[in-house]
């Protein structure tokens, strides 16, 4: 499909925490974008002060806190989102990305296909997997995997995951992952991510706020880039994810199972319909509900 990108922007988010893989990250973004200078890449990005990481680009903006101040990855979004900046086009990404050529005219090519009956778009896939061996990385074959539920119940945090790969075209989806995600771009201004919520509840919450505000959701249909899954018993694990690992989280004023029950308390109030502020309303909690029982998992 050709595309017309008339000076078309995109604003890419990434939340960082301790990660080596950052700098590879965006040089990916950097380097293989058709349009490099069409791009607001905002990281913020929390580490030892010392490791903090200087992008010598014009389009790269950093956030710099010492891990110590980090209150989550919800906050860690939110602050990004301050600097959104009209873009037509939004990307969220995990720090430990990488993206494939022609990555920005993919996205918005997913997009425009289904504008003309979605204006408000947003699209999640949970990326194709690629590992380190031996200090190499390596990359699994491409695939486009469908996203689906485990169960309808989701309200009880239970994740999404990757279906089969055999469709040709953008399909709706019941779920929006965080490590891979873009859109129509008023979802930055729109969709605010709330600091209060830690990390469990994060993707329910931001899936539940953009089908409120009008957002419809997608798969898109072709491969964008690649992630690094880390292994639960890998030496390193603590750097990725595990925020509140034992031995950073003790330094901090407040506990992580501190920050986790306040959290907790608040997803449980939106999803009950007590803080209706918290979401939007060109749709309802029950419009979502019917929405994944009877059109995604029919």
């Not at 030892?48 to 010492?66: A, G, K, M």
């Not at 399909?171 to 930055?188: D, Q, R």
Request: proline share 5%.
């Amino acid at each position: 499909m050709l595309i017309n990108m008339a000076m078309e922007t995109i604003f890419v988010s990434i939340a960082s925490y301790k990660d080596s893989e950052l700098q590879f990250t965006v040089d990916t973004l950097l380097t293989r974008a058709i349009h490099p200078d069409r791009l607001n890449i905002v990281i913020a990005q929390q580490d030892y002060p010392e490791r903090f990481i200087t992008f010598n680009h014009s389009n790269v903006h950093c956030l710099n806190y010492d891990y110590v101040e980090s209150q989550g990855v919800c906050w860690a979004r939110n602050l990004i989102q301050n600097h959104y900046n009209n873009e037509d086009y939004f990307l969220q990404i995990d720090s430990h990305i990488a993206m494939v050529v022609g990555w920005d005219e993919i996205i918005i090519e997913q997009i425009k296909l289904v504008t003309e009956r979605s204006p408000k778009c947003v699209f999640a896939s949970y990326p194709t997997n690629y590992q380190i061996v031996n200090g190499e990385r390596a990359f699994y074959p491409p695939y486009v995997p469908r996203t689906v539920l485990r169960t309808d119940n989701v309200f009880e945090f239970l994740n999404a995951s990757g279906g089969d790969n055999r469709f040709d075209t953008p399909i709706p989806s019941p779920y929006l992952n965080a490590g891979c995600m873009f859109g129509t771009g008023t979802f930055m201004a729109e969709c605010r991510y709330d600091p209060v919520i830690y990390f469990e509840g994060e993707e329910l919450l931001n899936t539940l706020k953009a089908y409120t505000y009008g957002y419809d959701l997608y798969n898109p249909c072709k491969h964008i880039c690649w992630h690094l899954y880390k292994m639960w018993d890998e030496p390193d694990r603590s750097k990725w994810s595990l925020h509140h690992n034992e031995q950073d989280d003790i330094k901090r004023p407040k506990r992580f199972f501190e920050r986790e029950k306040e959290s907790k308390q608040k997803l449980y109030e939106i999803f009950r319909g007590q803080r209706p502020e918290e979401l939007g309303t060109v749709r309802s909690i029950e419009d979502y509900e019917n929405y994944i029982r009877r059109k995604i998992l029919k």
